[in-house]
């Protein structure tokens, strides 16, 4: 991370031969001074709702001038408590640009106040709207919302500053204005508005700066603003170093409670307890400089309007990354525990980052003087934040949204490209701020659609009203002309939210749900949940009845959305003309926009307090899915992997199916594999007599090596030909011989040797027909009676000799039972040792073949895998779908409901932009093929290793029945059943949380809409 530094060397500016005073209006640094003491004390939601009350006080008083102090505090009063009725626990938990919205729209909806006629009210709605276009700002960008969070926080606090100013100088002038305003609002924070400049600079939110050092320096322009710029840099030092010790902690976080769960045992509700605290602690300190960095940044602006200007930005754009990040870091320490709610998560952290990156690219498009050499120090040190964050948080971000990544890296290239425009190419400003704009649109997936509708031809005459009458005066120095010539986009604007928005280019016809050849993934994944609404009410409506399917289909939310969006803003920056516009205008682009809104709500809506039929169906349909794969994978093992062709007795190669350990090696005992059935005879091993075959002589007392390669071993996947013999052999066959124990009748003339009779039966093996035969197991056993079995005739032709094989005939078979209960019996284990490698490397051969297989199959369409994936694809593609429009709320602030459903370890679908399944099976079969021809060293995990979207070990299993039986079925199809699980645990919770009144859900970029539509009509019209 680089820092700033606040050295002279960076800094210090020559003195000026003849120095050129600065003027410093009193009463606008008073101002500013309460402002930020105002903004210290008043925070959160309190800070919101005391801006709008103030700024529709501030227009009471105006139109009431002789109003006592009792009307006074009485009315302020009243329009609190109107507020703090209001607004619901959900309310204060928004954003604090969509608080405003909704705060401004209770007040505009109960008579009693002057909201209407405010300027100011006007002033911070249009600040969030966005009233004031800059130059460089590209207009579908903005009609399309891309630049919402920007708009924000480069007009905040000039929105803010205009607020506190009109009340301050309000309060110096009226005792009883004065009175009321602390009575109701100030007194409660410890802010008094009747306070001195010197009083409001003795707050201790402010001794991060020493404000009179700089005032000092006033006859010294030159001086006065190095002295401001060098403590401009300390604080955003400061800033930068407590970034640092965030990003810390949440890797610490990350760790303990990953978004995927489940939770470590660090992971506790006094750990995020203590998460909070150190929170509250660090946005307090980020507020105190927040307020250092507004009083700097005023001081500035006093010598410098444009240098004071863009300090402010680059410091808003520091100060609100760095408290999104603290913000995140708390909140992430929640994930994964029973039951918890997240107001700040990784998607809403990123929104704020790009917002924040948005803000100050602008900088670079001003007309006015270029950047100095500290402006760009702090641009280059948040590109670097920027850069570190993404850098540290790649591998949370890939388990959160696997997109973010892809975004976030695209984001950084185009900052990157700021340097042409520090040279002055402020034609590629625009390039960039496009392309960054863009990219933070694509954060909301279902809103991302909309860059390829404005490309639509269908919406040409749109587009162009869009780039010429969105930010008129900005392009053209003056107002549009004449009210016909407004009409014209007022029109436009109006037709594409509710008409074209319907059309045949934007809608997929919802009778396409009622065709059982076309799949719900396939049109979803072509055209997007935006595109596709009224087909998944349709198909929502099947699924479960209590989902009521518009009679009339609604129209594209994206298009709606880029339409309505322009109609504000055209008319917000143009009130006299839309005054004269009747608001049943608005009010029909606003009933389109709530049906649509209100349908895609109905998707995730609770039913009797519980998670929905259609969320639950579809949880529990892609868990059938995954027990149908399972079933499936298991069949293709037994059926096509697990089989050997071996030849009847006419030469005909016959497809057996095997049962062995597939996968087993050397870390665990080989299970025996069945026997070949035992002939009733053994022969000799080298002649053609036969004996009968004792009891403790059979193919099941081989090793289990030996078993194990007759039983399964082929040397060829595919069929061979008729007739050929190739496969491994065993038999038994017997060697007599006799043990020689002594002679008699030396010297005499005969000569008798004695010995005992020896039998060994071989139990042998061989690889194939051409190999030699290989003893495997010897049963041995030796007669213990003595025999002549050689008679020597030195002086006559009397020689004689019993043959072991005579001597055998003799014994057998009634000592077949004393063989049989009194032999010993050896095992060849060198045999097995030099075996033990074919085996490995036969049993490997079959893995990767089977997850060949498999791989392979992932991209067909028919057979049982197919099929089933192709259920595990709807269900998880319809829940995704549903969830983005019926609970996206949710899906923004919950990390483990955004894991589950989309991150790096999401429930495992199987789509053509998402294989995850298909490529685990390949990843599977690539770990085999990096050993070569020899077998692979032993690894059990091997299927496992470096496996993108599977856990090893894998994920504790919440049901074990019906599994695969190989390592890597196994662990998807536990790992897809756990992280369901997970996933309806979260789906109850929101549930709960609605249940209660405690959460809301409507798409949110169309509820802002709606709501800023519905301000602006009140606003540009008296009735």
Known sequence: MITLTATGALLAEPASADPVPVPVPQAALTDRAFGQVAELHLQGPTLTRAAVLSAEFVQWHRLHPNATAEQAQTQLTTRRQLLDTSLTAYDLLRPEQDLLLRSVDILLDTPGGDTRTSPEITGLVGAVIGTTVQPWDTREELASGALRTAQWIRGRDDALAAVWSAIRQAGAASAPVANAWNAVLGAPAGVDITSTYDQLTQDPGLSHVDLDAILALQGDSAAYVAAAKQQLASLHAQLLGLSLEIRLEIGDNNQKCPPEGPPSAACTAAAKKAAEDRDKDRQQTISDIKAGVGMVSTIIGFADPDAGKKSKVIGEAVLTTISAISKYAAAITGRGLAGSIFSTATLAMTGNVFGAVMSIVGLFGSSGPSLDAQILAQVKALRDEVRALGDEMRASFARVEAQINTVYANMMAQFDKLNAAIAGNTAQITLVQQQVAQLGLRLEDIAATVLAAIGDATLHDARADINKYIGYRENFGQPIPTYNEFVGPENEFHLTATQLASGAAFVVPRTDADNPSIDPTTVLNSFGEARSINYLARVASGRDSSMVEPSTPVGNPTVWNLGAQAYAMVMLQNPTYAAQVSAGRAAQIEAEGTRIADLAASFGRPANGNANGLITGLVDEYVGATNELSSALRALRSNEVQVRWEPDANGVQVKTLK?????????????????????????????????????????????????????????????????????????????????????????????????????????????NANAAWQNSRTADYTWPDEQVYQVDCELFNCDSETTPDQALTQKWPSGRYTFASAATASNNTALDTTLTPTLRGFLQARQKSMYDRVRDQSTQ????????????????????????????????????????????????????????????????????????????????????RDQASLKVPCEPAVDSSNLPGDPLGDCLITSARSRANTLMQRYEVWADQMTAGLHHERVPWMNDTLLGLRITTRLTHAN
């Open 861 to 944: 369409v028919g057979g049982p895998v197919p099929a089933a994936l192709k259920k595990v694809n709807t269900a998880g593609r319809l829940l995704q779908a549903y969830t983005r429009l019926g609970l996206p709320n949710a899906l923004d602030s919950d990390d483990v409901l955004s894991a589950n459903l989309f991150g790096q370890y999401q429930i495992p679908v199987n789509m053509p932009a998402d294989a995850k399944i298909g490529n685990a099976y390949a990843k599977a079969s690539g770990n085999y093929a990096l050993c070569g021809s020899s077998p692979c060293p032993l690894d059990p995990s091997r299927p496992l």
């Open 659 to 767: 049962d062995y350990d597939l996968f087993w090696d050397t870390d665990k005992a080989l299970a025996p594999a069945p026997a070949k059935l035992d002939e009733a005879t053994v022969p000799s091993c080298n002649g053609s007599r036969q004996i009968d075959r004792p009891g403790n002589v059979r193919y099941d007392l081989m090793s289990n090596m030996v078993r194990t390669l007759q039983y399964a071993y082929t040397p060829r996947v595919d069929e061979p030909p008729a007739g050929v013999r190739e496969l491994p052999e065993v038999d038994h066959c017997y060697t007599p011989s006799w043990v020689y124990t002594r002679s008699t009748g030396w010297g005499t003339g005969v000569v008798r040797h004695y010995g005992k009779l020896r039998l060994q039966i071989h139990s042998r093996f061989r690889l």
